[in-house]
């Protein structure tokens, strides 16, 4: 059977982009389909690439792209895939447009999606004054009034973490505590206040946030730590039968393999506890292990 591409690469974001050089690189044929929703759209700086500390996700995406217009057996499209479907020694794969394109092999690098609560205020102001990552956001708060919204370990260890950028820091768990005594020792010990109050709403201000609560009380804080669980993008893997893994990504082997032959987990959708380095680097570790496969069946070829 004859393929339009060795391997459609399903989104473009970073892992997506690094799997598709490494393929150039290769000399094998891919098609990447964008769908334009890059889970860090609303961020206006990234951090840990070498080179481009502060860069915009946007303009690193252009530059990305960029690069990859050196390797003519390389395709982007700005399309979503809605559907993939095995034939016989590959895939066919069902574009929003319309289109269908067939590939030997499969590389889910979609990522995923935060699911914010349905706080008044709260999809607005996350990415930018309320944010989910200490690490990825949390130096811009330096010096600065801090609140985490959480609870129990979790809670605690971000805690721990921040009290590195600001000592002002307050907890918002949104309802009873759920702290060991210990925990609530060592909180109390470092004058951290916990705030048990549900919050009804974030009001953004020119510096920061207002939270109100439900009992009508008001705090600011220049800058918010919530970090909201996430599922995968699409459902794409699932219906291939790809399995996931308790907390809802899909489970992969050393190879970047998912459970489903031939399709390649890449990004977020693996381990959403990524940077856009290291998110880079599992698509170029996807793309070298479906490259290996092609290379051995086409040796193997009559």
Do not use: W
């Not at 034939?87 to 069902?94: A, D, L, T, Y």
């Not at 609870?151 to 971000?158: D, L, S, T, V, Y």
């Not at 907890?171 to 210990?182: H, P, R, V």
């Amino acid at each position: 059977m004859k393929f339009d591409y060795d391997v459609l690469i399903v989104g473009g974001g970073p892992a997506g982009l690094q799997s598709a050089q490494m393929l150039g690189r290769a000399g094998r044929t891919a098609l990447v389909c964008d769908d334009g929703r890059p889970r860090n759209r609303p961020a206006a700086h990234m951090h840990y690439f070498p080179t481009r500390d502060g860069l915009p996700p946007e303009e690193f995406r252009r530059l990305f792209r960029s690069d990859l217009a050196h390797y003519p057996s390389l395709h982007l499209r700005d399309v979503s895939v809605t559907d993939l479907v095995p034939k016989e020694e590959g895939f066919e794969g069902v574009l929003a447009d319309g289109s269908r394109v067939s590939a030997r092999k499969i590389i889910l690098a979609d990522g995923v999606q935060d699911i914010l609560p349905p706080i008044p205020g709260l999809s607005e102001l996350f990415g930018k004054t309320v944010f989910h990552c200490p690490y990825c956001h949390g130096y811009e708060f330096k010096g600065k009034t801090l609140g985490i919204v959480g609870n129990g370990e979790m809670a605690f260890a971000m805690t721990g973490i921040l009290r590195g950028l600001s000592q002002d820091l307050i907890l918002f768990t949104q309802g009873a505590s759920a702290f060991s005594s210990e925990q609530a020792e060592a909180l109390a010990r470092r004058g951290v206040p916990i705030i048990e109050e549900t919050i009804a709403s974030f009001l953004g201000e020119e510096d920061g946030v207002l939270i109100r609560l439900d009992n009508g009380r008001e705090i600011f804080r220049h800058g918010i730590l919530l970090r909201p669980p996430q599922k995968p993008k699409s459902d794409l893997g699932l219906r291939l039968g790809c399995r996931i893994n308790e907390q809802g990504f899909y489970e992969v082997d050393t190879e970047a393999q998912s459970s489903v032959a031939n399709v390649f987990i890449a990004g977020d959708g693996m381990d959403p506890r990524q940077s856009v380095l290291t998110s880079a680097y599992t698509g170029m570790m996807a793309a070298i292990s479906a490259n290996h496969r092609l290379a051995r069946e086409d040796m193997l070829r009559d």
